[in-house]
């Protein structure tokens, strides 16, 4: 079994940074594809990005508009996600998930695996 362990998330204000960090229990884990997804409150969790562990393609959400980047590090078996120019409207909990496959990476169902999330709040 493997687990997902977000850490980053905080209070920035809005136009502000922060970078957050998805780490897997298993060093031997090698996923296809690893994902962020966010929930803010009374909404829908929605896609915002996501990396082809392998290859390093990577996907954003429409929304994204250039602000963030996802990157991965083979080493550290590590995902990042940097978000620039923040927006009050990003704030949620942002969820680290990582599926053995590759697919529609917008999709939730794709993936096997979920961190417990990390609240992410811009203030205005």
């Known amino acids: 079994q493997v687990q997902l362990v977000e850490s980053g998330g905080g209070l920035v204000q809005a136009g502000g940074s922060l970078r957050l960090s998805c780490a897997a229990s298993?060093?031997?884990?090698?996923?296809?594809?690893m994902g962020w997804f966010r929930q803010a409150p009374g909404k829908e969790r929605e896609f915002v990005a996501a990396?082809?562990?392998?290859?390093?393609?990577?996907t954003y959400g429409d929304f994204v508009e250039g602000r963030f980047t996802i990157s991965r590090d083979y080493a550290k078996n590590t995902m990042t996600l940097q978000m620039n120019s923040l927006k009050p409207e990003d704030t949620a909990v942002y969820y680290c998930?990582?599926?053995?496959?590759?697919?529609?990476?917008?999709?939730?169902?794709?993936?096997?695996?979920w961190g417990q999330g990390t609240q992410v709040t811009v203030s205005s």
């Open positions: 998930a990582a599926a053995d496959s590759y697919g529609p990476f917008a999709t939730m169902s794709l993936y096997t695996y």
């Open positions: 298993r060093r031997t884990f090698s996923p296809g594809t």
């Open positions: 990396i082809v562990w392998s290859g390093g393609s990577v």
